[in-house]
């Protein structure tokens, strides 16, 4: 990760790889027409996960019993969102993991250390871009406006 964009995505290093963080930095500046100027600036963190009946899969053994899971998971969700307009999406993203365990004898790979040390050294630069924003602004902010006072 050599230059920092607004966006990036950084993928889960999990069991699952559709499980992404997608981090956005957001500048918005309107113009007005009288010379004015609004500044909004924030980091916005969109975490994507699946959420899929797997927990009705793995349970059964009858390839029958778990169909009709299926079918009654999926229905009950569509009537949700018809009903509601919405649905919660509830997952995990596992940015860093490592696995040992003894009882098998078996050691993993640590996955994810240098995923989770390029989305924390993102978020400190944009973090410390926006704080220098915002001084500016805050600086500009009194020197413009007559009979202001800085009470800082």
Same mark, same amino acid.
């Given at each position: *990760?050599?230059?920092?964009?607004? %966006?990036?995505?950084?993928? /889960?290093? /999990? ?13 918005? =500046? ?16 969109? $975490? %994507? ?14 390839? $029958? =019993?778990? *169909? ?27 940015? /860093?993991?490592? *696995? ?6 078996? =050691? ?6 240098? %995923? ?8 400190? %630069?944009?973090?410390?871009?926006? !704080? ?10 009194? !020197?413009? =406006? ?7």
């Amino acid at each position: *990760m050599d230059e920092l964009r607004d %966006t990036e995505f950084f993928e /889960c290093d /999990c069991h699952d790889k559709d499980h992404l963080i997608r981090a956005e930095y957001s500048k918005y =500046i309107i113009k007005y027409l009288d010379g004015t100027t609004s500044n909004d600036r924030d980091l916005n963190l969109v $975490f %994507t996960t699946r959420y899929a009946d797997y927990d009705n899969v793995y349970s059964k053994d009858n390839r $029958f =019993i778990q *169909m009709k899971d299926r079918w009654v998971w999926r229905i009950k969700k569509a009537w949700q969102i018809l009903w509601t307009g919405e649905i919660k999406s509830e997952g995990y993203f596992s940015p /860093c993991r490592s *696995m040992a365990d003894s009882h098998i004898n078996e =050691i993993e790979n640590l996955f994810g250390y240098q %995923t989770t040390k390029d989305l924390a050294r993102w978020l400190d %630069t944009k973090a410390d871009e926006i !704080k220098a924003d915002y001084e500016k602004d805050y600086a500009n902010y009194y !020197k413009n =406006i007559p009979g202001a006072v800085d009470n800082d």
